[in-house]
C-alpha cells in the first residue's frame, strides 16, 4: 500500500534518476533517464513492496502479455508524449500512426539486411572488456551477449558487434533457429526466444496498424459509403 492506504498499481513506469539500477532481466544498467519500468514485488529485506526495476524492452518481453493496457502503467502520463506513443505502440489500437512507426523504427534499426548477409549468435562473454554497440556500456564478463555479423557486400568481409540482450534490434526475419546458440543454457535460450518473439510482435502489430491507417483513410471526408 502506499502513504494513503490505497493499493499500489502492480506495474510503473518513470525516468531513471541515476544509472546505479540494474535491470533485473538483463542484469545490466539502466541508463539514468532513460524509461524504466517496474514491477511490484515483496521486499527481501524489509517488510513491504517495492517496484523492481528493467529496460522497457526487457520488461515488456517479459510481462507484455500481463497488461492489457497502457493505462495499467503508473506514471505513464508523466512521460514526455513521444516516450508514452512508444509504450502505446506494444498495445495495438492505442499508439497514433506516427507513434507506432516512430517506436517499430527504433525497435527495428536493425531490420536490415537479410539471412544472406545478416547473422546472430550467442554466447557468454569471455572478459568485460567489450562494449554494447547500442547503449555503448561495458558488456560484463559471462554475461549473455549477443553478436550481430554482416558481411560487406563491397569488400565481402564480415564484421561483428556485441550487444546486450536487450539491446540487439532482431530482424523480423529472424527464428530462434537461425541464432546459433552453442553451450546457452535452457533459461537463457528462453530469454533469446522472448526476443525473438517481441521483434515479430512489433512487426505485426507495424503492419496492422499501417493496414487500419491506410483503410481509415479510404474512408475519409469525400468517400463514399
Not at 25 to 38: E, L, M, Q, T
Not at 101 to 107: L, N, P, Q, T
Not at 184 to 213: E, F, H, M
Amino acid at each position: 500500500m502506499d502513504e494513503t492506504g490505497d493499493l499500489k498499481p502492480q506495474f510503473k513506469v518513470e525516468y531513471a534518476k541515476s544509472n546505479r539500477s540494474t535491470c533485473k532481466k538483463c542484469r545490466s544498467a539502466i541508463p539514468k533517464d532513460s524509461v524504466r519500468a517496474g514491477k511490484l514485488t515483496i521486499a527481501e529485506n524489509f517488510d513491504g513492496e517495492i517496484y523492481v526495476w528493467r529496460h522497457l524492452k526487457c520488461f515488456f518481453a517479459e510481462f507484455l502479455a500481463s497488461v492489457s493496457s497502457s493505462s495499467e502503467l503508473k506514471g505513464i502520463l508523466s512521460l514526455r508524449w513521444p516516450d508514452q506513443e512508444k509504450i502505446r505502440a506494444y498495445f495495438p489500437g492505442e499508439a497514433s500512426a506516427a507513434g507506432t512507426s516512430a517506436a517499430v523504427e527504433e525497435e527495428s534499426a536493425g531490420d536490415e539486411g537479410s539471412e544472406d548477409t545478416v547473422s546472430f549468435s550467442a554466447e557468454y562473454a569471455k572478459s568485460g572488456r567489450a562494449k554494447c554497440k547500442q547503449c555503448s556500456n561495458t558488456i560484463e564478463n559471462k554475461s549473455l551477449r549477443i553478436g550481430r555479423s554482416e558481411v560487406d557486400e563491397g569488400t565481402g568481409y564480415s564484421q561483428q558487434g556485441w550487444y546486450h540482450l536487450a539491446c540487439v534490434n532482431f530482424p523480423s526475419w529472424i527464428t530462434i533457429d537461425l541464432v546459433k546458440t552453442p553451450g546457452i543454457s535452457a533459461p537463457d535460450k528462453q530469454l533469446i526466444q522472448d526476443r525473438v518473439n517481441l521483434a515479430a510482435a512489433k512487426k505485426s502489430s507495424s503492419s496492422s496498424s499501417s493496414s487500419s491507417s491506410s483503410s481509415a483513410g479510404a474512408e475519409g471526408p469525400g468517400s463514399e459509403q
